[in-house]
């Protein structure tokens, strides 16, 4: 069974970077048909699809995000990361990890339980 | 705004048939691409529960099902129960700029 945990900073400060981990257990990050994505949701908004990367090391990213996105892997750690720069008041929001699939359906079958960040000085 | 179009809420009583729509337009849904389905329970993450339109993943039960047609989704439940009263948000590609996936804002079903 795969599991995703996030982790990081709660509390971010305007004009700062947003830094987010995801930790995988029960599957490779590097192996396997699989993207890993990040997703956020603000209060009493729906969801936001922010970017993914495939095992590769290859990324894609939501366009109205990607100058401020970037998503990064840790093999080692089985860890994947997002980074989110600038940010605004807007950006707070609950940050979840998920699993991607890349096969005949692309869905997201495994999230993480997410993770509150607040953006205020 | 959303990309795709939900309805904020809906209601049903226990027992009944309620359905929930998810409108987009020719860059996603209508071009073709599958739709989701995820149901959010209070203070949880989403949870996959159509893919591809109209299947059920393992473990989902049968009074869930879903459909497509033209620039629009939908997705039923049957037979209501108090357990199913949740968030639920539609899912798909858009082919605009460099693709990316769209959700829905999501429907709040309530079980009266």
């Known amino acids: 069974q795969v599991q995703l945990q996030e982790s990081g900073p709660g509390l971010v400060k305007p004009s700062q970077t947003l830094s987010l981990t995801c930790t995988v257990s029960g599957g490779s990050i590097s192996s396997g048909n699989y993207y890993w994505s990040w997703i956020r949701q603000s209060a009493g908004k729906g969801l936001e699809w922010i970017g993914r990367?495939?095992?590769?090391?290859?990324?894609n990213y939501n366009p109205s995000l990607k100058s401020r996105v970037t998503i990064s892997g840790d093999t080692s750690k089985n860890q994947f990361s997002l980074k989110l720069s600038s940010v605004t008041a807007a950006d707070t929001a609950v940050y979840y990890c998920?699993?991607?699939?890349?096969?005949?359906?692309?869905?997201?079958?495994?999230w993480g339980q997410g993770t509150l960040v607040s953006v205020s000085s | 705004q959303s990309v795709l179009t939900q309805p904020p809420s809906v209601s049903g009583a226990p027992g009944q048939r309620v359905t929930f729509s998810c409108t987009g337009s020719?860059?996603?849904?209508?071009?073709?691409?599958?739709v989701h389905w995820y149901q959010q329970l209070p203070g949880t993450a989403p949870k996959l529960l159509i893919y591809?339109?109209?299947n059920r993943p393992s473990g989902v039960p049968e009074r869930f099902s879903g459909s497509k047609s033209g620039t629009s989704a939908s997705l039923a439940i049957t037979g209501l129960q108090a357990e199913d009263e949740a968030d639920y948000y539609c899912?798909?590609?858009?082919?605009?700029?460099?693709?990316?996936?769209?959700f829905g804002g999501g429907t709040k079903l309530t079980v009266l």
């Open positions: 990367i495939y095992t590769s090391g290859s990324t």
């Open positions: 899912q798909s590609y858009d082919s605009r700029l460099s693709g990316f996936w769209v």
């Open positions: 591809a339109n109209n």
């Open positions: 020719s860059s996603n849904i209508g071009a073709g691409f599958d």
């Open positions: 998920a699993r991607q699939t890349n096969g005949d359906y692309v869905v997201l079958d495994y």
